[in-house]
């Protein structure tokens, strides 16, 4: 069998692996899921008449389309999370230790928890997509090619932040110490322009805002369903999810071929 094949086949039985354990124990995904879900809910119905009034809006409607692209992506943020707990308790467990000594393809460990956690993150997402056009979302501009292109932008960003998740979670000493360092994955979406423009922030706080990975792919999903204006926002988010997963990809690596202590 060929170097190529052995990885797909060890891979693939990692996937299954994974996705075993989020149907067997999905409290943890689904504890992560509702977070999106209540501050959809949250801001719609009962901030939405407000908020829509400070962006402009006529009705809560309006702040129903405004909110929906950021909120996708939170919720990759907060899905990602269980990759982090996941691959620490897989490690404290001693099962990545097991695992270096079998003979497998070490690099299926790690793609097994990184595939699996971005299916989960683009089921979640379609799940809090079918939730939002529950309560009044719609996309009556977007052609088939915009939904394409926004859906491969969730994909990317769900696989760049996967793997940071995956590289906190191999750095943590434990599974709650894991949970906390990836929250900053869900709370930057609070700093972003998901939920209220740029122009309102104060301006002491607003390079904060701006200059972060969620501010740039929030507008470009927005320019995509919505048809607004995109600007340099779609190559900002492009280069900011290769270079997160550059950067998850070589921290996750190194972290899983030291030597254990």
């Known amino acids: 069998m060929s170097s190529f094949s052995l990885a797909v086949r060890d891979s693939s039985t990692m996937l299954r692996r994974n996705l075993l354990h989020a149907r067997r124990y999905p409290s943890l995904t689904l504890n992560l899921l509702l977070t999106p879900i209540m501050l959809l809910l949250l801001f719609v119905y009962v901030f939405g008449d407000t908020m829509s009034a400070g962006i402009g809006g006529g009705d809560r409607s309006d702040y129903i389309a405004y909110i929906v692209p950021g909120l996708l992506l939170m919720t990759i943020g907060s899905t990602v999370v269980g990759a982090a707990v996941s691959v620490c308790t897989d490690m404290s467990e001693g099962l990545m230790a097991r695992f270096r000594t079998m003979a497998i393809h070490r690099g299926s460990v790690i793609i097994g928890h990184v595939v699996g956690s971005v299916l989960q993150s683009i089921a979640s997402v379609v799940l809090v997509g079918a939730v939002a056009v529950a309560i009044g979302f719609r996309s009556t501009d977007a052609t088939a ?117």
């Open 145 to 261: 090619l915009e939904w394409l292109a926004a859906f491969g932008l969730l994909t990317l960003f769900a696989l760049a932040l996967t793997w940071v998740a995956v590289g906190m979670g191999m750095a943590s000493p434990n599974a709650e110490a894991a949970g906390n360092s990836a929250m900053p994955l869900i709370l930057l979406p609070l700093i972003s322009s998901a939920f209220v423009p740029l122009d309102s922030m104060p301006g002491w706080f607003r390079p904060i805002a701006e200059y972060q990975p969620f501010t740039p792919a929030t507008e470009t999903l927005r320019g995509l369903l919505l048809g607004t204006g995109i600007g340099d926002n779609w190559w900002i988010a492009l280069v900011w999810c290769a270079a997160l997963t550059a950067l998850g990809y070589r921290w996750s690596t190194s972290q899983f071929t030291r030597d254990p202590e």
